[in-house]
C-alpha cells in the first residue's frame, strides 16, 4: 500500500503567486483532511471532506484558499495569490469509516516557501 | 473549545534509557480518543499509540506507553530503552468531532 501521497514536496514561489498542492489519500479512505503546519507549531485542521463533499471548511481562508476533492478521491488545495505568512507545511491525510478513532495516515507534506 | 499544551519544547534522553513527555489538555467531553504523533525530518506524522478515554488501562506499544489520569486531564508518553531512531518531534493529540487538535510538540533528542 502506497500510503498518503502528496507532491511536490517543496515548493518556493513569489508572493502573489498561486500554487497548488496534490494528494492522493489510501484507496477506500472517504475521509480526507488538509492540515497546515506552521514552523515550531502543530498542525490545525483547514479543510475535512467526506467523499467529495466539505464537511469542514470553517478554519480554510476563503478569500486566498480553495480546495477540491473530485469524484471522492484526490484532492487539490490552491492559494491564489499566496501571501508571505503562507508558508508552511501543508499535510494531507485519510481516514475510513470510523477509522478516526484510531488516528489518520497522514502524507509526508509539502513545504511551502513564499519569498 | 478543546486545547492541547505541551509544556516540553525539547527533552533529551541517552540511548537505552527512559524518557517522558508530557501532555495535557482541556475537554468538558467525557469519552474521547487522545494520540502521540511522532514527527522525523521526512515530515511524516506516524501514530506511535493511542489512548480510549473510556478505558482505565494505559495503552503500551512495544517501549511506547502512556500515563493517562483522566481526571488531571493529563496524557504522558514513556519511551524506555530509547535507540536513536526515536529521535523526532513528538505530538499530541485529542480527537475533537473527527478533527485532531495538535499540541506545539517536544523536540526528543537521543544521545548515544
Known amino acids: 500500500e502506497a500510503g498518503v501521497v502528496q507532491s511536490p514536496r517543496y515548493k518556493i514561489i513569489e508572493k502573489k503567486q498561486p500554487v497548488a498542492f496534490w494528494c492522493n489519500p489510501i484507496s477506500g479512505h472517504n475521509t480526507l483532511y488538509w492540515y497546515r503546519q506552521n514552523l515550531g507549531q502543530g498542525p490545525e485542521l483547514l479543510i475535512r471532506y467526506e467523499n467529495e463533499e466539505a464537511v469542514d471548511d470553517s478554519q480554510l481562508p476563503k478569500d486566498r484558499f480553495s480546495a477540491e476533492r473530485l469524484k471522492g478521491v484526490d484532492s487539490t488545495l490552491k492559494i491564489q495569490p499566496a501571501e508571505l505568512g503562507d508558508s508552511a507545511v501543508y499535510l494531507c491525510?485519510?481516514?475510513?469509516?470510523?477509522?478516526?478513532?484510531?488516528?489518520?495516515?497522514f502524507g509526508s507534506g509539502t513545504r511551502l516557501t513564499v519569498v | 473549545a478543546q486545547t492541547v499544551t505541551q509544556s516540553q519544547p525539547e527533552m533529551s534522553v541517552q540511548e537505552a534509557e527512559t524518557v517522558t513527555l508530557s501532555c495535557t489538555y482541556d475537554t468538558s467531553e467525557s469519552d474521547y480518543y487522545l494520540f502521540w504523533y511522532k514527527q522525523p525530518p521526512s515530515r511524516q506524522m506516524i501514530l506511535v499509540i493511542r489512548?480510549?478515554?473510556?478505558?482505565?488501562q494505559n495503552a503500551t506499544e512495544n517501549r511506547f506507553s502512556v500515563n493517562f489520569q483522566k481526571a488531571a486531564k493529563s496524557f504522558s508518553l514513556k519511551i524506555s530503552d530509547s535507540q536513536l531512531g526515536d529521535a523526532a518531534m513528538y505530538f499530541c493529540?485529542?480527537?475533537?468531532?473527527?478533527?485532531?487538535?495538535f499540541g506545539t510538540g517536544t523536540r526528543l533528542q537521543v544521545f548515544p
Open positions: 491525510a485519510s481516514s475510513g469509516n470510523s477509522d478516526g478513532n484510531y488516528g489518520y495516515t
Open positions: 489512548q480510549e478515554a473510556y478505558k482505565q
Open positions: 493529540a485529542y480527537r475533537d468531532s473527527d478533527k485532531l487538535i
